[in-house]
């Protein structure tokens, strides 16, 4: 049984129409009797640094012949576009808002978002099991590893479901490690600056200072949040968007101990393109790009949530001024904590800018590190932008803020020597001294820039026929084929 013709309470996006429920019924059966393409469900955490890969994950099985349905939360919803005609959006009714984000920080936003969906994702997700000709229709669930709470809905229904981590494998140990620490030690520790310096045990080349703890939250938030994160409960597999060239050996350990597969198939974005910015590109960045000379421009982000303080902005921009390279920077509204946009920086600012430099609110970042004039990437080291760097091989300035940027930082400047950490004040001295070294003196930025163009290369042939991330994908694929895929 399948029919449902009451309109379902959670909330169906222009796509669904065409959905087989909202047929005649001599049309439905038509379909049923033909071949029902096997679904794939998405559950995304709504956050451009979430949704952005899980959408292209959806591209990936897409192509691989599933249907995909994405439910996602009222807040940051993506948008049917024309890019995901063929997908079907579900939305959970009911979830929080930008304000509750500012209030709560990310941390307990994303703890309060897993207690008050867990309801109302179990109504949704029933109404479309109903529709579905049979059970089997749902090859399995994919959910983000921070929104856990939709896994007792697919043990209640007992579906198939897969854990899907938007950071990478060493991230991931290291949040399994930190959901054990003692909090209260681990705060006493972290006070010393020799132990914050100093390498932490089991996770080389990491230091106490580069483990993920949030700068959203306290200790305890995190390791709880953690915790939550990194059981897999009855998931069938791990899969991320990584590559086994990037971090071989914290893949390996993450299969000896979680139990269940663990599939590395990314960068994503290389292999499935899945346009899915939630604010407006503004591509006028680009015209300008045009007239700058090759690998002249240092472009700078701090991703979708980073802030910075008037006072850091404004070394940075005496700093960039004097390395007297020209730069790209993407201030996002919001951004500068107690200004709606840039309005509160002294007019110094705006007279440096305009020499030099060129503002964006949310750029086309991929188009932008694509470009030939992006000489340097200065960033907050989330994942998605580390990886889209590494794809364009373009060599960074990393500066971290919070949680895997640690992580990811650590390997860009010690594992793949593709960036430069800045750590510690920000002083115009030390801005434009790490832009120079990174574009404009000799060797160390040329040498950096032809590591990072191996490592480009590498991320290629990992996603092209053959390549591991390939494989891991058919892999998955496959195993979704076999009987006792649940009981993996
Ligand atoms: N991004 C973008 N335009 C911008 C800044 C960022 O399209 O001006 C995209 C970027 O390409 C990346 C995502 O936003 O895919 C940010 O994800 P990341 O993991 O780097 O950081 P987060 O936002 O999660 O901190």
Redesign the pocket.
């Known amino acids: 049984m399948f029919l449902k013709l009451s309109y379902p309470q959670c909330i169906r996006s222009k796509v669904s129409i065409c959905l087989p429920e909202l047929l005649p019924f001599p049309h439905r059966r038509k379909m049923d009797e033909k071949q029902v393409k096997r679904r794939i469900v998405l559950v995304p955490v709504p ?4 949704v ?1 890969p899980i959408m292209q994950l959806g591209k990936a099985l897409h192509s691989k012949g599933f249907s995909i349905t994405v439910i996602q939360t009222q807040y940051n919803r993506v948008s049917s576009s024309q890019d995901f005609s063929d997908f079907q959006f579900l939305t959970i009714p009911g979830t929080l808002t930008d304000s509750d984000l500012q209030s709560l920080g990310a941390l307990r936003f994303l703890m309060k978002l897993n207690q008050i969906c867990e309801a109302s994702f179990k109504h949704c997700f029933g109404q479309l099991l109903q529709e579905q000709v049979s059970r089997d229709d749902i090859a399995c669930v994919i959910y983000d590893e921070y929104m856990y709470f939709s896994a007792a809905a697919f043990k209640e229904f007992q579906l198939p479901s897969v854990i899907f981590s ?1 950071t990478n494998a060493t991230a991931f140990v290291c949040r399994s490690v930190l959901s054990k620490v003692n909090a209260d030690k681990f705060l006493i520790d972290m006070k010393d600056p020799e132990v914050q310096n100093s390498l932490f045990p089991g996770l080389h080349p990491l230091r106490y200072k580069d483990l993920p703890t949030s700068a959203f939250g306290t200790l305890e938030d995190s390791i709880s949040l953690y915790s939550e994160a990194v059981n897999t409960r009855t998931a069938s597999a791990v899969i991320f968007n990584s590559a086994s060239c990037l971090e071989s050996s914290s893949l390996l350990r993450l299969q000896r101990e979680l139990q269940v597969p663990v599939y590395p198939i990314g960068p994503l ?1 290389i292999a499935a393109s899945a346009p899915s ?1 939630l ?1 407006e ?1 503004d591509r006028s960045c680009i015209e300008w790009l045009n007239k700058q000379e090759p690998t002249s421009v240092v472009y700078i ?6 802030l910075m303080e008037n006072k850091d902005m404004l070394e940075m921009a005496r700093g960039l001024s004097n390395s007297n390279q020209p730069f790209l920077w ?1 201030i ?1 509204p919001g951004s500068v904590p107690g200004s709606e946009w840039t309005e509160s920086l002294p007019e110094e600012f705006s007279k440096l800018v305009s020499e030099r430099g060129y503002i ?1 609110k ?5 188009e932008v590190l694509r470009h030939p004039a992006v000489g340097g990437f200065w ?8 990886l ?1 760097s590494i794809g364009e091989g373009v060599p960074m300035i990393c500066r971290p803020i919070t949680g895997d ?1 640690k992580v990811n930082a650590r390997y860009l400047e010690c594992v793949w020597r593709i960036g430069i950490r800045l750590e510690g004040e920000l002083e115009k001295e030390t801005v434009e001294r790490v832009v120079k070294r990174l574009i404009v003196l000799g060797e160390e930025g040329a040498d950096m820039r032809k590591r990072a163009i191996d490592l480009k290369e590498k991320l290629e042939a990992s996603v092209r026929s053959g390549g591991s991330s390939c494989s891991s994908l058919d892999n998955f694929v496959n195993s979704l084929k076999t009987k006792n895929f649940m009981q993996q």
Do not use: F, I, K, Y
């Open positions: 956050a451009q640094g979430h952005t938007t974005h910015s604010l590109e982000s701090l991703g979708s949530l980073g993407v996002r964006v949310w750029a086309p970042q991929m960033s907050h080291c989330g994942w998605n932008s580390t889209e940027q």
